[in-house]
């Protein structure tokens, strides 16, 4: 349980910010609020109960399961840590577990640090952990960071473990079970309850959050059920039978082999995303961005996906970052052949349909894969294992390990070449990964391969090689890639800095949201006047793509035309709507005064980042951002005075500290300056913007030699940052060392050819 993993919050914020929420409005647009509602739209919840009469069997298998014990009142039969006066020692605080008059209590650090007892109310999940809610003022409900182990004594566990183990948490830290990482009514609920709704008062701060069953019911899964009882009274003709949506994808499926290739076929081609859309609102790595999800709705009409990121996963698509399957599993060659969810699990138990490689051999002939011939371990060892190989495991909350579901062929030869993980070291550990890729080779014949095509790509656009953006466009473009991958190919193309005009506008007209809502979030990118090509997704059928429009359309929206205009205003209105749902959260905040400010609301922006100020004093981008927007004001005294406040609560905070440099440099307070933009560099030595600055100011303040040799540190660090090069070939040239200049400038040119300043600039030091 990462920091990085922990914080949906904060990829919530950057995403508001820089790629916005995804919301769905079906198509036509006439009927957006019917599709993906089939069936009743007026049903009510009923609970679980009310189902297990009619479906006994489906109930059986259901109870005792991790959807039926995701959240439980805390009692002598869901209680599973052990609270006999037993304490745990973590950063110096010892907690004790004990109970009183029937109850559990734990006795820990609070939130201004004091120890105190506090009840626990609910349990939170089951195996291989168990996490616990404490209550706190205003309805907040909190997940406790020290856990219980709870697999067998054998196995290491029943014992009670802290969540950040090489880390040290208190109080004042987000991490602390009572601050806003850890609280369960934005960050928990929605996935360990069956019809949450939040209810945040932003104006007392203050939850009422309630929930129709506290566990993941029937309901969850199928939708309200009150219109299906109603059926089953009439028995009318209703081909729906009065459920919001029919889990029927797999009814009268059959997997066949191709008399060919031998590989298993679907007899009919799955056409919808229905059952992985409803299992995606849990099994994501997402935010949850409006209230009111139906199972049968699309899953982005409420929720927004992360995609193939950097920080959640390797260059090759590998899970890095806890990640929940479902941007995986998009990833896989199962999933482009049409298996679903419930093909290989049951949904009722969550357990695999057969054991071991059987669950496989459903489709697979077991003599070609389940051989000694295919997989080259002998039988029944681990290496003989179907998921070993293609679905290696990564241990997430200490203690619980995931399986990867991009099913992907082990590439040992990719870890030599890109430095990502393979399942062969997973296993051999006493050798490199040099040595597996040789034994793939010694039995193919040659490297292995797979459906996964991007590795190269990504890794180059990771290391912002020349050449990068050429192959992003070229997988954008590829329609034979997962949407998943082509989306993620447009949005590392945006964090190059590129835009190809044709690339982009095959994005906005593709078939698949992600894809488009990726191509508005290149187009933020594009200078203003070049983003005509995006104002046909203020009325695309999906909501995130049209609010992700108007986010970026907001700076041009005076040179709409009227009806563009009002299609601009009517997704900015969405937009707007999705950021006060998320009130509670600081960014979210800073989200929304971004906005305003760029719609030149002046007043409307500082109350906003005045907002976020409140729910986290120590909320770097809200000093930084108000203090823009100041700045646009011509009120740079009131910036520094912002940001000097801000650094008595985030002395640490690198961007606090570079804002308040840049607002010195423009009250002519140069000591100061470069005092400040020092502190963020060396606070923040792996943000190559930070030293680029700093390193101009230097020049600038008459220290040509100092500027000069950082710059050089910085060019063999980022090699292939422009800004960088540029400065140092001018500064090098300046100076008289129009040798060392040149090699800069055709180092440059190498790595950046047809960029026109690149090319004066060489031409000037031949």
Known sequence: MKRARIALGVALASLAVATTYWLVRDAPRDEARKAGRRGSTDAQYVGSERCESCHEAQARAW??????????????????????????????????????????????????GTLADFEVRYTFGVYPLQQYLLELPGGRLQ???????????????????????????????????????????????????????????????????????????????????????????????????????????RNGVAWTLDPETAQPRRSVARTSQREIDVCARCHARRSHVAEGYRAGAPFTDHYLPLLVEPSLYHADGQQRDEVFVWGSWLQSRMHLA??????????????????????????????????????????RSLGAQCVECHMPRATYMVIDPRRDHSMRVPRPDQSVALGVPNACSQCHRESDAAWAAAQVRSWLGRDARGVETFATAFDAAEQSAPGAAADLARIASDIAQPAIVRASALRRLGG???????????????????????????????????????????????????????????????????????????????????????????????????????????????????????LDPGFEPAYVNAADVLRAQGRDAEA???????????????????????????????????????????????????????????????????????????????????????????????????????????????????????????????
Not at 746 to 761: G, I, M
């Open 63 to 112: 109870h005792g399961s991790q959807h039926q014990r995701a959240m439980q009142v805390a009692s002598d039969e869901t209680v599973l840590g052990d609270f006999g006066e037993r304490s745990f020692t973590y950063g110096g605080v010892t907690s004790r577990f004990f109970r009183r008059d029937g109850k559990y209590y734990v006795h820990t650090d609070g939130p201004d």
């Open 143 to 249: 997940a406790l960071s020290v856990a219980w182990d709870a697999r067998p004594a054998d196995a290491g566990g029943q014992r009670w473990f802290h969540l950040y183990p090489d880390e040290k948490i208190d109080h004042r830290d987000e991490l602390h079970w009572t601050r806003r990482q850890q609280n369960w009514n934005f960050m928990c609920a929605d996935c360990h309850s069956t019809n949450v709704e939040k209810r945040y008062d932003a104006t007392t701060d203050a939850y009422a959050t309630t929930w129709s069953e506290i566990s993941v019911g029937c309901e969850a899964c199928h939708g309200p059920g009150s219109a299906h009882l109603a059926w089953t009274e009439r028995r009318g003709d209703d081909p729906a039978r009065g459920l919001t949506v029919r889990l029927d994808e």
């Open 338 to 379: 049409g298996v679903t969810c419930s093909d290989c699990h049951d949904p009722h138990t969550q357990q695999l349909r057969a054991p071991g490689n059987a669950v496989c051999t459903q489709c697979h002939v077991p003599a070609k894969y389940d051989a000694r011939s295919h997989h080259h371990h002998p039988e």
């Open 496 to 614: 190059l800095g590129a835009y190809d005009a044709a690339t982009v506008q095959r994005a906005v007209a593709d078939a698949d949201a992600l894809v488009r809502l990726a191509a508005a979030g290149v187009g933020a990118g594009v200078p203003p006047g070049g983003r005509d090509a995006l104002v046909p997704l203020l009325d695309d059928p999906r909501r995130a793509v049209r609010v992700e429009a108007a986010r970026v359309l907001a700076e041009t929206r005076d040179a709409l035309p009227p009806e563009a205009l009002a299609a601009w205003q009517r997704a900015a209105d969405e937009y707007v709507a999705t950021l006060h749902y998320n009130a509670d959260r600081p960014e979210s905040n800073v989200a929304l005064g971004g906005f305003h400010a760029v719609l030149g609301q002046a007043a409307q922006a500082e109350a906003a980042f005045a907002a976020a100020l409140r």
């Open 640 to 766: 520094v005075a912002l940001l000097e406040r801000g650094l008595q609560h985030a002395p640490q905070g690198a961007s606090i500290h570079h804002a308040l440099g840049l607002a010195q440099v423009r009250l002519q307070q140069t000591a100061s300056a470069l005092g400040s933009l020092r502190r963020a560099r060396d606070l923040a030595p792996d943000v190559p913007r930070y030293t680029y600055v700093y390193a101009v100011a230097l020049h600038s303040t008459g220290r040509p030699g100092a500027a000069i040799e950082l710059l050089e540190q910085a060019v063999r660090r980022w090699p292939t940052d422009r800004a960088i090069g540029l400065a140092l070939a001018s500064y090098q040239a300046g100076a008289g060392r129009r040798e060392a200049a040149r090699r800069t400038a055709s180092t440059l040119l190498e790595r950046f050819p047809d960029d026109p300043e690149v090319e004066a600039l060489a031409a000037q030091l031949r």
